[in-house]
């Protein structure tokens, strides 16, 4: 019997002597390693993540691509609702181009006939400038106040103020130049 007390009294400070070791190395390990550790842990959760929701979407579009070849009616009428966009889009650009046809063609039009109107123009003996105008008709029965006919105005606003003169100096704005100072040049010393 003693020696079965022996080897129950030996037993436990056998397994006290590999906790304690277990305890050192685990502690060591940690206290070398741990953010390292943590960092890691962390690094491998967002993979796992970022993995396992590209997985999800491609078995989604498994089973999406699945389920259209399994109804193929579905894919004629996406077919033919892709056949009547193009279609449509065709009509409308065909329009289009009939419109800028006619267009085309008025302008065409337009030029011949201000062309004829300058030939006629030129064979009266009247202006051959492109602005054939006809003079403006009186409805006035009284006579006319003034012989000289109104200058129209023109449409375009003047570039500068009327007071603006290059010459004078002023008005430049910002920037004015003035001549360089005479004499040597002050450098060095």
């Given at each position: 019997m003693e020696r079965d007390g022996q080897q129950l009294s030996a037993r436990p400070a056998l397994e006290t002597e590999g906790l304690r070791f277990l305890h050192v190395t685990v502690g060591s390990l940690l206290a070398t390693y741990g953010w390292y550790i943590v960092f890691s842990c962390i690094l491998?959760?967002?993979?796992?993540?970022?993995?396992?929701?590209?997985?999800?979407?491609?078995r989604q579009r498994q089973l999406d691509r699945a389920a259209a070849a399994v109804e193929p009616d579905v894919v004629?009428?996406?077919?033919?609702?892709?056949?009547?966009?193009?279609?449509k889009?065709?009509?409308?650009?065909n329009a289009q181009v009939e419109k800028h046809k006619e267009k085309l063609r008025q302008l065409e039009e337009q030029k011949r006939r201000q062309k004829i109107e300058m030939w006629d123009s030129m064979q009266e003996g009247k202006s051959y400038k492109g602005?054939?105008?006809?003079?403006?008709e009186e409805d006035s029965t009284g006579p006319s106040t003034s012989s000289v006919l109104?200058?129209?105005k023109s449409d375009r606003k003047p570039l500068r103020g009327g007071g603006y003169n290059p010459l004078s100096g002023e008005g430049g704005g910002a920037c004015s130049w003035r001549p360089g100072r005479r004499g040597p040049s002050a450098g060095g010393g």
């Open positions: 491998l959760y967002v993979v796992f993540q970022k993995v396992s929701t590209r997985l999800r979407a491609l004629v009428k996406r077919q033919e609702a892709l056949a009547a966009a193009r279609l889009m065709q009509e409308e650009l602005n054939v105008r006809k003079p403006p109104p200058k129209r």
